[in-house]
């Protein structure tokens, strides 16, 4: 049975259904994703969202298919839609429960018949399934596929380019509406295709209007498509840029099945759950493999992939990806430095970040500290982490430096280079240029692990001479905590967790007694539910909750916002420090998970209670350093 269920008293309740969002993938940046009522909420919810360009240029090719549902004489409407001011249809009324099992299924009644509609997708390719099946009499299913032709962050609008012509033969039709855009093959078993036509319009999407975006879409409907369904006889819809025969259906199911089993974790359910998800964000780049930072929107990041690798392949097992993971991105260091993030429009990669190629030494330690494979590293990413150093050392893009004193420098007023990178126009909302904290932990994590792979004195004294000038000069003595950023003369106390990090890597600097301290001001006044805030509330810059125009969005992102993701360090660093407080810090996680959640951990949630969730409904980072805690053991060097 699976673990993730809603029956019809979730199902029939808008106002809760529409706040669960599944999720399928493809292994190379594709993916369909709705909520449990089939309502599209998001300009990135659909059937057939394909990665055009694994794995960062992406298309939606079919939004939805409206469902009708006639047995009898009797029309019922399985669809339902968000139009201005009013749900047409109102097919969640026949929704009696969803779950994920593996896939999501949908469960209808009308009338005296029960339908069963199930959606997957098959790895490797732009496809995605949709089958309905049918308990009762003999019965009659109309499908009308809405495609958009879109790219997944726009919208489509009734237009008179659009070229509607199908190309038809025996259960199969495709349509290619825009020049430069693939062909949309759709396989099926209906019994007679009616061609169409016409334009839906106005489709609302409350998501994009909470967050101050354009939230009306025009779709166009070629065809309907008229089934004869049966318990014998499944209605089938195959969609996807290669053609494929219904036929095809069972086969494909049955692979899914087999292969989702085979990755699952025995246990505890919140762990098997998790590693459903962790699968879904690792993708194809090339022959190599990468990691989606989050759904809908994110493509690859490499600080998010190197924070996110620990918890998503090698808490799982799969050394091979995550080996595949540390070359791809190997492959891209320039200039000492891994690029931010890969474009989603075909553009190259952007260098500007100060963090991610440290970040790239804690991944390489961890994966020797869960696979023992030393010889890897020696052999394929050595040489790669010295001439990372030395570029530190001597200088590298975005005035990024060793000083005197051992600590890295990096940017001036105008630049993002951490994590906190949120920007309105030219002004950075968190202004982090100088010697940001983590980013000196992660320095001296980096020295001392390449360090202990060579026995090099050369990388043991510079990590002496660094931490020596960290605790001297971040420990902030009233306080009982470190300084975020240290620029000059200019000391920054805003209270924030990354300091935290700090004491949560594998070689850490600071000295026990004060990081207890530490720990002890984290919790008391960042520790939420659900992670913790980014600014303490007493910050008159504090910001409790993100919603609004991007603009308001932007200046909360870092200023109070929680971020599930930080409980892996805050836990590894009280765990190591032995502090009072640990695993039970997951359980309201664990329930969102496993309810509301369905099967995802969030971005980030409102500072404030209730702590809303926000932003992408499930994040890399989030599921992986959740899975890492809460599965194994904590592993740390000494």
Not at 267 to 273: E, Q, R
Not at 563 to 571: T, V
Not at 575 to 600: I, K, Q, V
Request: glycine residues 8%.
């Amino acid at each position: 049975m699976s673990e993730i269920r809603f029956d019809q008293t979730i199902c029939q309740d808008l106002g809760q259904s529409l706040k669960r969002e599944w999720l399928e993938t493809n292994g190379i940046g594709g993916f369909a994703s709705s909520t449990i009522t089939g309502a599209n909420t998001r300009r990135y919810h659909g059937l057939l969202m394909a990665a055009t360009e694994p794995p960062a240029v992406r298309c939606l090719l079919l939004s939805k298919l409206e469902e009708t549902l006639i047995v009898g004489g009797q029309r019922f409407d399985l669809s339902t839609n968000l139009y201005p001011g009013v749900v047409h249809p109102t097919g969640y009324r026949c929704l009696t429960e969803f779950r994920l099992d593996p896939f999501p299924i949908f469960t209808f009644q009308a009338g005296d018949v029960t339908v069963e509609k199930r959606i997957f997708m098959v790895q490797g390719e732009n496809t995605v399934v949709v089958e309905y099946a049918s308990d009762g009499p003999d019965c009659q299913l109309e499908l009308r596929p809405l495609i958009a032709f879109r790219g997944y962050h726009d919208l489509t609008h009734e237009n008179s380019a659009l070229n509607g012509n199908l190309n038809q033969g025996a259960g199969l039709f495709s349509i290619q509406p825009y020049p430069g855009l693939p062909q949309l093959h759709v396989a099926h078993n209906a019994r007679a295709l009616k061609r169409r036509g016409h334009w839906y319009f106005h489709f609302e999407y409350p998501v994009e209007r909470e967050r101050g975006l354009d939230f009306q879409e025009d779709l166009f409907c070629p065809c309907v498509l008229e089934f004869d369904l049966s318990p014998n006889k499944p209605a089938v819809v195959i969609a996807s840029t290669t053609a494929h025969h219904a036929s095809e259906s069972a086969s494909i199911k049955a692979n899914e099945i087999a292969r989702r089993a085979g990755g699952s974790l025995a246990g505890d359910p919140f762990a098997a759950t998790l590693t459903a998800a962790a699968g879904q964000f690792v993708v194809r780049r090339g022959a190599l493999h990468t990691i989606i930072a989050g759904y809908p929107w994110f493509t690859d990041w490499a600080r998010d992939t190197m924070i996110a690798l620990p918890g998503l392949t090698l808490v799982t097992g799969r050394f091979d990806i995550a080996r595949n993971i540390l070359l791809a991105f190997a492959g891209c260091l320039d200039g000492g430095m891994l690029p931010n993030t890969f474009s989603d429009s075909g553009a190259p990669p952007e260098y500007n970040t100060v963090d991610a190629t440290l970040w790239f030494f804690e991944a390489v330690r961890q994966y020797v500290e869960y696979s023992k494979d030393v010889e890897f590293v020696r052999t394929r990413l050595y040489d790669r982490l010295k001439d990372i150093i030395e570029w530190h050392v001597n200088g590298t893009r975005f005035g990024i430096h060793m000083d005197a004193d051992g600590l890295l420098t990096a940017g001036d007023p105008t630049t993002q280079l951490t994590w906190m990178d949120a920007r309105v126009g030219d002004r950075p909302v968190t202004p982090r240029n100088g010697k940001p904290v983590e980013i000196q932990a992660l320095w001296y994590n980096a020295l001392r692990f390449t360090a202990r792979l060579t026995n090099d004195a050369r990388y043991e004294d510079l990590a002496a001479r660094t931490a020596e000038s960290f605790n001297y000069s971040f420990w902030n003595e009233n306080a009982s905590c470190l300084y975020d950023v240290i620029d000059g003369d200019r000391r920054d106390a805003s209270l924030r967790p990354n300091q935290v990090i700090a004491l949560s890597l594998g070689y850490c600097a600071i000295p026990e007694e004060r990081a207890r301290r530490i720990l002890a001001v984290v919790e008391h006044d960042l520790l939420t539910p659900f992670g913790l805030r980014t600014l303490a509330p007493s910050d008159p810059a504090y910001r409790g909750r993100y919603e609004g125009s991007v603009e308001n969005r932007d200046t909360a992102y870092h200023q109070g916002t929680v971020w599930p993701w930080l409980l892996g360090p805050f836990i590894t660093a009280a765990a190591r420090f032995n502090a009072p407080r640990e695993r039970g810090l997951l359980a309201p996680l664990r329930d969102f998970a496993l309810s509301r959640g369905t099967g995802h951990i969030p971005e980030i949630f409102d500072g404030d209670p209730p702590h809303e969730p926000r932003g992408c409904f499930t994040q890399a980072w989030s599921v992986a350093e959740v899975l890492r805690i809460n599965r194994l053991p904590l592993v740390a060097a000494q």
